[in-house]
């Protein structure tokens, strides 16, 4: 068996698929149905007219006959032909023809047996590929032998008119099945409207647009939906926003006891000369643990500022190369070296440069606290794009794919990625900042090994 899967269609697709079959069979049944009543009616008919046509010649030729007995043959000349048929005349053990299109061995066998025996009969057959009615009738002229008069009718008038119904038909039927997976289309997409909307709304909800609501639905039967939908965003938003301002209460409350913390640790650290040895190692670990703490307090800070949509960004048009370069100098990374492509040492960035220096900050620390260093930092210009893009390498074992996707998330942690320990918050104000600057992050394997973070900017026009 191969391992392809089955192919799963979408809605729209199911429903103009189903009324496209609903209405082939529909019409199918109906001109099918059609056909053989017309077919039927036509036939009977034809044969109506064909048994009454012979009947009349009958009689003609039984008065015929008995004013000259001796006529024969050329009595058929007086015979009425309407559509074509060709007369016979079978007397006295002898037949008797008009035309050299059709001879009496090429009336079917038991048609000319029955007839032969005086008895009326009609039969349709196949002459040379062509339809044909015999009409036999028998006339008794006085004592003698029964005389047989015989007509043939060509049908293939009748058998065009039946092949173009035919086609006619069929035509119908398959205009019936493209307009049903028309008409399936366009009443999937009616239903499926108030639905996308929901979609989008909802996506807007997913992107940070607390106040998306869903409205112009004047659908009765959607009222009840529209109504739980909004009170359900309005719940999310609610809670979100009481998980901020608990958020950002608590990290100013923290400030307070950090400070006090921070300077007792200082008066410590500055008498530390009188304190024994394990006291000073006891007082360094206490020191990273609080400058450990407050950065993860002034981290909070700031995503719950960012959070509540009241941040601040101050973007302008600044030449990526220098940035970079004094930016790194800032953090202390100038010993990182910096990899410009082609193209790209004169490009310019609509930045935020306190932004973008947070950006490299916590890349650059993140990569040496948990991945062996930043390796290179490389200037990349995408002029299809205009943007610019900036590849942070480093030297660490690189973030496993199943936790790419959330490494950005707050409190983010994993067994194996060490991108993920610390506060968990770093990458994620990384991630806040880009956005702010109208950018996108993502992490990627770099092709020297390790990971390489990934960030882009808005290229600005060249002053």
Known sequence: MSGRRPVNL?????SS??????????????AGF???RSRIYLLQQRDRVAVAQAGFNARLLANALRAS???GGR????????SGSQPMLFRNNTWYVTSANIAPDDLPSDLRRTAIAGVATRQRFMLRGQPQLAVAVPITVGARTPTVFVATTPLTELQRTLTTLATTLAAGAFGATIIGAVLGLYASRRVLRPLSRIADTAEQIAAGDLDAR????DDPDLTRLVATFNAMTDSLEERIQREQRFASHVSHELRSPLTALRGAMDLVRG??????ERAQLGID???QQVGRFERMVLDLLEMATIEAGAATVDLTSLSVVPLLKTTMLHVGADSVPIDVAVGAAEARVIVDARRFERIIDNLIGNANRHAGGATCVRIIRDGTAHRVRIHIDDAGPGVAPNERSRIFDRFARGAQGRHLAGAGLGLALVKEHVRLMRGTICVSDSPDGGARFTFDLPEAEAP
Request: net charge positive; no cysteine; proline share 4%.
């Open 17 to 30: 698929i189903a009324f496209g079959l609903l209405a082939l069979v529909l019409s199918s049944v109906l």
């Open 285 to 287: 670990l206490l020191e």
């Open 69 to 71: 007995p001796e006529g």
């Open 214 to 217: 869903l409205s112009g639905l």
């Open 34 to 36: 059609t056909y053989n």
């Open 75 to 82: 009595l058929l000349a007086s015979v009425i032909n309407g």
């Open 271 to 276: 008498r530390g000369v009188q304190l024994p």
């Open 10 to 14: 979408g809605l729209r697709a199911r």
